[in-house]
């Protein structure tokens, strides 16, 4: 054996052992990809659930939330015109 095809088995052990260690990193690659696909997807979906709910809580709050100012003003309103009445 000569120095040439010393270098060729060399060579040839080398690339095989790359291409050995791309395809596995390939693999593991698309393993990982195909995780975060469904993470995203689960995220996606939960922001989509906290949107869904967020509105519905505003749809149902602002009512709320008027009538108690409204009830505010009524009070208000009673109070002063008990204190106006009795000073008459």
Same mark, same amino acid.
Request: with cysteine.
């Given at each position: 054996?000569?120095?040439?095809?010393?270098?060729?088995?060399?060579?040839?052990? &080398?690339?095989?052992?790359? +291409?050995?260690?791309? /395809?596995?990193?390939?693999?593991?690659?698309?393993?990982?990809? %195909? *995780?975060?696909?469904?993470?995203?997807?689960?995220?996606?979906?939960?922001?989509?659930?906290?949107?869904?709910?967020?509105? &519905?809580?505003?749809?149902? +709050?602002?009512?709320? /939330?008027?009538?108690?100012?409204?009830?505010?003003?009524?009070? %208000? *309103?009673?109070?002063?015109?008990?204190?106006?009445?009795?000073?008459?």
């Amino acid at each position: 054996m000569n120095a040439y095809e010393i270098l060729v088995i060399i060579l040839s052990v &080398t690339l095989f052992v790359l +291409l050995v260690c791309s /395809i596995v990193m390939v693999s593991l690659l698309i393993k990982l990809l %195909q *995780s975060l696909s469904r993470v995203s997807n689960k995220i996606e979906e939960t922001t989509n659930n906290i949107s869904e709910t967020a509105k &519905t809580m505003s749809k149902r +709050l602002i009512p709320a /939330i008027i009538s108690s100012v409204v009830a505010v003003f009524v009070k %208000q *309103s009673r109070n002063k015109t008990k204190k106006g009445g009795s000073n008459e």
